[in-house]
C-alpha cells in the first residue's frame, strides 16, 4: 500500500463538481476505498482509492501538519 495522500479531517478539492455545486470535501475515513463528505451538502460517498487519486486536486486544508506532503511518512494501516 503506497503511502496515503490524506487522511480523516483533511479538506480537499476535487476535479468533479458535486451536483450540489461544491468542489470540497471532508475526508472521513481512509482504506481500500476512501471516504469523503461533502462540505456544502453533507452527502457521504466513498471511493476507491485509484478513483480518488485520479479526481483529486488539491489538498485544501491539512487537519494535521504532521502529514502534510514536506516529506512522505509511513502509512499507518
Ligand atoms: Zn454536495
Redesign the pocket.
Known amino acids: 500500500m503506497n503511502t496515503p495522500l490524506v487522511q480523516p479531517g483533511d479538506t480537499v478539492r476535487l476535479r468533479k463538481k458535486?451536483?450540489?455545486?461544491?468542489y470540497e470535501w471532508t475526508v472521513t475515513r481512509i482504506g481500500a476505498d476512501i471516504g469523503l463528505a461533502?462540505?456544502?451538502?453533507?452527502?457521504r460517498i466513498m471511493l476507491p482509492r485509484g478513483t480518488f487519486n485520479k479526481r483529486l486536486k488539491m489538498v485544501v486544508k491539512y487537519a494535521s501538519v504532521k502529514h502534510a506532503p514536506i516529506k512522505h511518512i509511513t502509512a499507518n494501516e
Open positions: 458535486h451536483p450540489c455545486g461544491s461533502c462540505l456544502s451538502c453533507g452527502r
